[in-house]
């Protein structure tokens, strides 16, 4: 199947080029040619030609933190939970990813390679999946989600979850060879205390430097990397300074946590609308009164790390990390962020910055020749109006995913 578009405002996020009166053309999932004012005769009588009328064409998004197995935040609910229902869940809120204009998400925890393949070969509508597996967790850190009275063993894998228990080098060695079996794509150890998580604190310290290296060493190994779930510079620089690639969250960090960050070229995921929403709901979030106090600690200081970490030239990308029923906020990330970086960086960490960090250069985040042909038509200029990409029910004209047009023609 071939596409041409046609009367495009084209926006290309790294190097800023902006294309007026341009033309794209795809063919087999993927951008074969584009340029200006008059395109190619020889488009072929099957060829669907898309007329953006002068619409903005630019990159599909990139969510690089999302839980889409995490539909709910009622755990004694998903405790009953089925995996084929689990898993139908996880599908139906990845495509509702893809409507928003995501065209690739990466997930830090939970979702698995039935799910990426179910995707990939469209069985269900949704963005490319780039997956890790479960989290690793000690003993009582932010994957334990045992209640305080419950003394059954933590380390079952056999279900669905965010995340398995695992302690000491050999049995964290032992996991990432294991999920890197199963075709994680990245490895995300939890190395400090968590909003959501029963009985520890956000200034906890989880793992030990023996136990990050051992991971950071596996998924070099396997050609891949480590991320971490930190918010704090006791845990966020440990994890730096043994090689880690990414940093999930990271509300709290310091200057020293800045200088590794742009040191190590390391990328930064920050998080801010899952604490944001999750305030905002409040009990309804489904987060226990102390999960709620510990939410405060983390929620105040978030912006004003974001800013530091920007002006120093972090390698800052676009996450969301919401949960249950406030995944529809997942755009509202922009935002936030918008009361510190230009739109144009926004939108770069959410494309182009994105595709690097899932080693995913050329091929996503991008409207280069060869690439995948995952692309939005947004009215109006986001460079200009963050506010375009934001509102998709009233901006949102295309989604293309892989040269399928998935949402469009109103």
Not at 11 to 23: F, I, K
Not at 163 to 174: E, F, L, M, N, S
Request: overall charge negative; glycine content about 10%; hydrophobic content about 40%.
């Amino acid at each position: 199947m071939r596409t041409r578009i046609i009367n495009a405002h084209t926006l290309e996020p790294d190097s800023g080029e902006r294309r007026q009166n341009a033309w794209i053309d795809i063919e087999d999932g993927r951008i074969t040619d584009s340029g200006v004012d008059v395109p190619p005769s020889d488009t072929g009588a099957d060829a669907e030609v898309i007329d953006a009328a002068g619409a903005t064409v630019m990159p599909g998004l990139v969510d690089a933190h999302v839980h889409i197995i995490v539909t709910s935040t009622d755990t004694a609910d998903r405790e009953n939970w089925a995996p084929g229902y689990t898993t139908v869940r996880a599908l139906t809120a990845a495509g509702e990813m893809l409507q928003r204009g995501f065209t690739t998400v990466r997930d830090v925890g939970g979702a698995d390679y039935g799910m990426a393949r179910a995707l990939d070969e469209g069985l269900l509508p949704g963005p490319r999946l780039v997956f890790g597996g479960k989290a690793l967790s000690q003993t009582g850190g932010h994957g334990d989600f045992r209640t305080l009275n419950d003394d059954s063993c933590g380390c079952c894998q056999l279900k669905p979850d965010f995340a398995r228990v695992v302690d000491g080098v050999d049995a964290v060695r032992h996991a990432a060879r294991d999920e890197f079996r199963k075709g994680a794509q990245h490895l995300k150890l939890l190395v400090s205390g968590g909003v959501a998580s029963p009985s520890d604190e956000i200034s906890a310290v989880q793992y030990t430097r023996e136990e990050i290296r051992a991971a950071v060493v596996e998924a070099d190994n396997h050609n891949r990397y480590v991320t971490v779930h930190a918010y704090h510079p006791r845990a966020v620089n440990a994890a730096l300074e043994e090689g880690v690639r990414c940093v999930e969250h990271g509300n709290l960090i310091d200057e020293d946590s800045i200088r590794l960050l742009v040191e190590n070229d390391a990328y930064l995921v920050p998080t801010i609308i899952t604490y944001q929403a999750m305030y905002e709901a409040g009990s309804a979030s489904g987060l226990s009164p102390a999960s709620l106090e510990k939410l405060d600690q983390v929620r105040e200081a978030a912006v004003d790390a974001l800013d530091q970490a920007y002006r120093a030239g972090v390698n800052i990308v676009y996450g969301s990390d919401l949960l249950g029923g406030l995944q529809y906020r997942q755009l509202d990330e922009f935002t936030i962020r918008a009361a510190v970086i230009p739109n144009i960086d926004l939108i770069r960490s959410a494309t182009s910055n994105a595709a690097r960090l899932l080693r995913m250069e050329g091929e996503i985040g991008t409207l280069a020749t060869g690439a995948h042909a995952d692309l939005i038509i947004v009215d109006g200029d986001p460079e200009q109006d963050i506010g375009v990409l934001t509102d998709p029910d009233r901006n949102l004209r295309y989604v293309i995913k892989g040269g399928t047009v998935v949402r469009g023609g109103r």
